[in-house]
């Protein structure tokens, strides 16, 4: 008897064995149909999605019967060390089938197409109901996460692990894809005038004429939404504005007006001189109020590379002025050619004016790719060349300190940023020649009291004053010799260090000004920089005395964008 004992333990052993490696092949064939389906459903591919999810689901539900019945059941309640492994197994199939039930199968019927505007317009139930499938998506995946949390790893072979790292790994990949979504699709409908109609004031800065914010403001467009459906209101140039106002055209804050004087507020041409953009979108709401009259209900900033990203997606448009607007050429003719081909200021606001209306129509009326749409979206706003400030607390909270926000993090647990900007004071369009670089070497990971930055900031004028002498003079300005470009350089430490020197091209140079604004020690100095050469600020900042290293964050930079992208060298021995 005790020998037939025995054998039906060892019998029922080896059926469990077997069974458990039945699953974990169905499990290893199931995860890979995960990343296709997202794959097919990013590429608006919706017969490969749904086919990859039905794929999963199929191998999920027999991972799942591999782990059910009776001796599966018994196996797992003996009091014997692998009880937790059978456990975990039976758990991860369940949460397997579930993935597939939950979230692929109705993330392959997503249509991403309800995202752009079709015939001028956004469908705000569509959405709606979008925001709520992701909505139960996700809920599905934190439940499944929380599942798995409370399998107890330690007690797990090897093999039995690694499955559970799969599936944990493949659920975190899609909770941090959903996650974001739907943060955004919660407030997208109110945004897009569900609750009633919107007005958004759109502003183009040209960054041939450098701001912090990007560029100077050339011109603005009033779209009203209203229950997704976007019309423009009005159109107006920066040079319809009042110019030299006697007072700014809003109170200032002194921290603001100390840096960079309150010009900032008596000339449209300086209003995104800040990188705070909330104060940039509030000076603009000014100008239109005192101008127009209209009620604002956000404040958005786009500059032409952003632009001509989202040309990718539209592909080529024509003009009223008979020109072609691309993705190749948007920078170029927007930033520069445009001032040869229509060189007084009445000229370039009517091209303007179509480039405008070409690309509005173009976006609202379902010309552009979704994917390809939402990518030049993306990459903008995490460039800084897409800006949003909206009167909706809700929607301006998931901007949190983001780029696209345009606010410097209040503190350095996340990251410690440090922010380099440039102004033209030169009264031109000459940045269009301009390149611009920062470096940052720190010893924060490796010093024992407090930690130091040394900031490089460099502007390279790449004209020549023979080439200068024959451009338009809308491009070099009246007020210097064509070809030299003048530039405030504007430094921003990190949350409570000092800037405690500077250097320009290696030698002392005096401050414009050297003061606090948005919790941060800033130094600005006026610099000009003649044709084919190159001007250098070096900063050196030390931290507060008393604060841990490992209080500060890995270093970030935040620039301004510039017409060609900036490059970023960050030097931190020690850090990870």
């Known amino acids: 008897m005790l020998l037939l004992l025995i054998a039906a333990v060892i019998w029922a052993g080896q059926r469990v064995y077997a069974q458990a490696q039945d699953a974990r092949t169905h499990l290893t064939a199931a995860m890979p149909h995960a990343e296709e389906m997202q794959a097919a459903l990013l590429a608006s591919d919706s017969a490969s999605a749904a086919a990859a999810a039905e794929a999963f689901m199929a191998e999920a539900a027999q991972a799942e019967a591999a782990t059910s019945g009776r001796l599966w059941g018994f196996a797992s309640s003996l009091p014997i060390p692998l009880t937790e492994n059978l456990r975990a197994v039976r758990l991860v199939t369940q949460i397997a089938s579930s993935l597939g039930e939950d979230v692929l199968s109705p993330a392959s019927a997503l249509d991403l197409n309800v995202l752009k505007p079709a015939q001028g317009r956004v469908d705000v139930a569509a959405l709606q109901t979008l925001s709520s499938t992701v909505t139960d998506m996700e809920e599905s995946i934190g439940s499944s996460l929380t599942s798995l949390e409370g399998i107890d790893r330690g007690a797990l072979i090897d093999q039995v692990d690694g499955g559970v790292a799969d599936v944990d790994s493949t659920l975190k990949r899609l909770q941090s894809v959903l996650e974001p979504a739907q943060s955004i699709l919660s407030v997208l409908p109110n945004a897009l005038g569900a609750a009633g109609p919107r007005n958004y004031l759109v502003m183009f800065q040209g960054n041939a004429e450098a701001r912090a914010s990007g560029g100077g403001p050339g011109s603005f467009i009033l779209i009203q939404v209203a229950d997704g459906a976007l019309t423009i ?137 979704p994917v390809a749409f939402v990518n030049a979206i993306t990459r903008s706003a995490d460039e800084g060349r897409i800006k949003v400030w909206t009167a909706d607390p809700a929607a301006q909270a998931l901007l949190g300190t983001s780029p696209a926000a345009g606010i410097l993090p209040v503190e350095n647990d996340e990251e410690t940023t440090v922010g380099v900007y440039f102004n033209d004071t030169t009264g031109s369009k000459m940045d269009y020649y301009v390149d611009a670089a920062v470096s940052v070497a720190t010893d924060q990971c490796s010093a024992t009291a407090e930690p130091t930055w040394t900031t490089t900031a460099t502007l390279q004028n790449s004209t020549t004053r ?74 050196s900042m030390k931290g507060a005395p008393g604060v841990d290293a490992e209080a500060y964050g890995p270093v970030s930079v935040r620039n301004s964008p510039m017409v060609r992208a900036t490059p970023v060298t960050i030097d931190a021995p020690g850090c990870e």
């Open 233 to 369: 209101v009005k159109e107006a140039a920066a040079t319809e504005f009042d110019i030299a106002l006697p007072e700014p055209i809003m109170p200032l804050d002194a921290e603001t007006a100390a840096v960079y004087s309150d010009t900032i507020g008596r000339w449209i041409a300086n209003l995104t001189a800040t990188p705070d953009f909330p104060t940039s979108a509030a000076l603009a709401k000014a100008w239109w109020v005192d101008r127009f009259g209209d009620q604002i209900d956000g404040v958005i900033s786009v500059d032409p590379v952003a632009l001509s990203y989202l040309l990718v997606a539209t592909g080529p448009l024509p003009l009223p002025t008979g020109e072609t607007l691309s993705s190749e050429n948007a920078v170029s003719l927007l930033l520069n050619g445009a001032y040869f081909a229509y060189p007084t200021g009445v000229e370039s606001n009517i091209f303007f004016a179509g480039a405008t209306s070409s690309v509005f129509a173009a976006m609202t009326q379902g010309a552009a790719d």
């Open 466 to 539: 023979e080439n200068a002498e024959k451009l338009p003079l809308y491009i070099t300005g009246p007020y210097y010799t064509p070809g030299d470009i003048a530039t405030d350089f504007v430094v921003y430490a990190p949350v409570g260090a000092t800037i405690e020197s500077w250097t320009l091209d290696g030698n002392e140079y005096a401050a414009t000004s050297h003061t606090m604004h948005l919790g941060r020690d800033v130094l600005r100095i006026a610099v000009v920089t003649p044709p084919s050469s190159t001007s250098t600020l070096a900063v």
